[in-house]
């Protein structure tokens, strides 16, 4: 689960991180008297979406009058931001951040993450704030100290301040930094993330060090020890069939092909993607119905496959294991009747009672291209696809 | 011959009171020689009663001691199973498969991190289990559509690697283990451990490889074969058509941080000299064809 940025430096102003003044809004209104409120004579508008890059993308606005702050909220608040994480599609921006204007002297980027190879939390950190951390990754990697952090002992103060040091940080905020580095441990661990990024950290013209922008992944296997974070979740920010999807306990992504997919198993899954493209398809979408594909898990598939405008063929492909082919058949069957398809439907059965299974799609009046291997189910399904 | 699991394993399952853990329990004790392995089951708290006439016991160690248990298998439901590694690991099992899906990251973190300098090795989680086939089956994977012989499979996903299974046995190509190594970032052994284990067992030819994306595993594991590997390896990697940012189902299989994609993993692959295939559907003729 992803947060809004809003919500993340609450969460480090908790744990004693600098963070900006500010308030989130959602009307121009609101951001005028937000600003108000801020006093001084620079603000920031930022648009609040689950995306970066949204600076480039004229989501992020700096105004020096209350009238500057009232025409830049007028503009970001409904733009269709688009990013180069939204995708090409974008994202309607119905959220505001106003704060405190601030004075940048050093932009760093600090990051924790959990780091597969090691099987720690990794702390990153780079000179190169501000920007961008995956193409500093790629064309200057040397600028990124990393620290793996033992999960018995912590973070030690002395390796924290050792790559302090080595980033090129003046002497003089070394100290409010490790600190920093430590409190933002903590939020790690406390709120079971998955990443916390702080991109920028700011070192302000009078020497202090401020959380310009926060970003917090949380652990959705751990959300049920966070019901306070689970309530952060902003519904809009997610695909509405991904949603409905999750409560019928599937896994579904939407994608930009015409071949719906409804598979069991997240890899057979992806290799069912795989071979659409390979015989010349697009698939629409990646969808696991999980191990025992039963009835309603198949239905509520079908159903949310067709609300995706662009699918003109369905390609269902199980590998019935422990559950048997002659179920899943009879799910499939029902789950047809259930919902009205009216599209190509190309079925692939392999396992368990396979011969069985056959036999009562067979028998049943849905009306469908039958198919033995993976390789004929793609071909099928990419043929009828292009009529 | 076979790594991992043989018939002299004797086997305790922490969880077996659970509906999931009751009924692939049974499974496996009817599977080959599961009768002989299947030998112990935990439940806090239900020691002396007993699933199949297979005894429970409270605790791991008591498993161990009264029923010479060197191998756990994990059902326990996921806000628990880190700590039931913790537990098998304390009784110095020889070898612990997790099974059980949705394990937080943190709690996998400390248990990985309890486990370094002990004895115990970890498969999992998020894995179908390992199975020796004719001989011994640890795991929720489906028994009959495997055959022994002399082909190694390793993978990160379930039914993937039963497509792969059936494609061999079909083609006459039996396999002598079957490794699920699990879906999540934070596991036990990865490719590269399996391959290692399979290069040091006379009973295994060639090894059948399933990757997917997210991490670099199959990156690692190239390497190394590159070095050290004796046998021929067929390679598929899921995930070629899949988006950046998205997690494909799979805990780990999200390409993320500009890393993980199905393309690099596949030059990393062709370039340690593993016959890779784009075709999920070639995997069994691909590797019937190397074995000529």
């Given at each position: 689960m992803k947060l809004h940025e809003y919500q993340a430096k609450k969460i480090l102003r908790a744990h004693q991180i600098p963070v900006p003044e500010g308030n989130p809004c959602f009307s121009v209104e609101e951001a005028v008297a937000a600003a108000k409120a801020l006093e001084g004579n620079r603000w920031v508008v930022k648009a609040q979406i689950h995306a970066g890059g949204r600076g480039n993308g004229g989501g992020v606005r700096v105004a020096s009058s209350i009238e500057e702050v009232r025409s830049h909220a007028s503009a970001i608040l409904g733009m269709n931001l688009i990013t180069h994480q939204t995708g090409p599609t974008g994202k309607v921006v119905e959220r505001l951040l106003i704060e405190r204007g601030v004075e940048i002297a050093d932009e760093l980027y600090i990051g924790l993450v959990v780091d597969r190879g090691s099987q720690r939390v990794v702390l990153m950190a780079s000179s190169e704030g501000g920007v961008d951390i995956e193409s500093v990754a790629i064309q200057d990697p040397g600028k990124i100290r990393t620290l793996q952090i033992d999960p018995k002992e912590g973070m030690s103060a002395d390796a924290a301040r050792a790559v302090v040091a080595e980033i090129g940080l003046p002497e003089s905020v070394h100290d409010d930094v490790v600190k920093l580095l430590s409190n933002l441990y903590d939020v790690f661990l406390t709120c079971d993330a998955t990443l916390v990024e702080v991109n920028p950290l700011v070192v302000t013209r009078d020497g202090n060090i401020v959380a310009v922008d926060a970003k917090i992944n949380l652990d959705d296997s751990a959300m049920y020890r966070h019901p306070e974070l689970a309530e952060l979740r902003d519904l809009s920010e997610e695909d509405p069939n991904e949603i409905a999807a999750t409560q019928a306990g599937l896994n579904y992504i939407s994608l930009e092909g015409n071949i719906g997919c409804l598979v069991n198993g997240a890899g057979l899954a992806m290799a069912t993607m795989d071979i659409i493209k390979l015989h010349g398809g697009e698939p629409a979408n990646f969808l696991d119905v999980g191990g025992g594909a039963t009835t309603e898990q198949v239905s509520a598939a079908f159903r949310i496959m067709l609300k995706h405008s662009s699918v003109r063929v369905i390609l269902v492909n199980i590998f019935g294991g422990i559950m048997r082919c002659d179920v899943i058949a009879a799910g499939i069957v029902e789950a047809a009747k259930q919902v009205d398809i009216r599209l190509p439907l190309v079925i692939r059965l392999e396992g368990t009672n396979v011969e069985k299974g056959r036999q009562i799609l067979a028998d049943s009046k849905i009306s469908f291209l039958p198919a033995t291997t993976m390789d004929d189910a793609a071909q099928k399904a990419v043929a009828a696809a292009r009529k | 011959m076979s790594i991992l699991i043989d018939r002299t394993s004797r086997v305790v399952t922490q969880g077996i009171t659970g509906k999931t853990g009751q009924f692939h329990t049974r499974m496996c004790f009817e599977y080959a020689a599961g009768r002989d392995c299947f030998v112990a089951g935990v439940t806090p708290g239900k020691g002396g009663q007993s699933v199949e006439n297979i005894p429970i016991f409270d605790s791991v160690i008591e498993a161990r001691d009264k029923k010479g248990c060197n191998v756990s298998v994990i059902y326990v439901p996921p806000r628990f199973a880190a700590a039931a590694i913790d537990e098998a690991v304390d009784a110095e099992l020889d070898l612990v498969i997790c099974i059980t899906e949705g394990i937080p990251v943190r709690d996998m973190v400390s248990t990985r991190r309890r486990m370094v300098g002990k004895k115990t090795i970890l498969v999992g989680p998020n894995c179908p289990g390992v199975i020796t086939p004719d001989v011994l089956k640890i795991g929720i994977m489906p028994g009959y559509i495997h055959r022994q012989g002399s082909i190694g499979v390793v993978s990160r996903s379930g039914t993937l690697t039963y497509e792969v299974v059936d494609q061999l046995t079909k083609l006459g190509l039996g396999q002598s283990t079957c490794v699920g190594i699990g879906g999540d970032p934070i596991n036990g052994l990865k490719h590269r451990d399996v391959m290692a284990h399979f290069n040091e067992d006379?009973?295994?030819?060639a090894v059948v490889m399933c990757g997917e994306i997210g991490g670099t595993d199959e990156e690692d594991c190239a390497k190394w074969i590159e070095q050290h590997m004796s046998k021929p390896v067929v390679a598929f990697i899921a995930g070629v058509t899949a988006p950046a940012g998205k997690r494909m189902g799979h805990a780990g299989a999200i390409i993320a941080g500009g890393k993980g994609a199905a393309s690099e993993k596949i030059a990393a692959l062709k370039a340690a000299g593993v016959h890779v295939t784009q075709n999920p559907a070639e995997i069994g003729a691909l590797t019937k064809q190397v074995l000529g």
């Open positions: - | 006379p009973a295994t030819e």
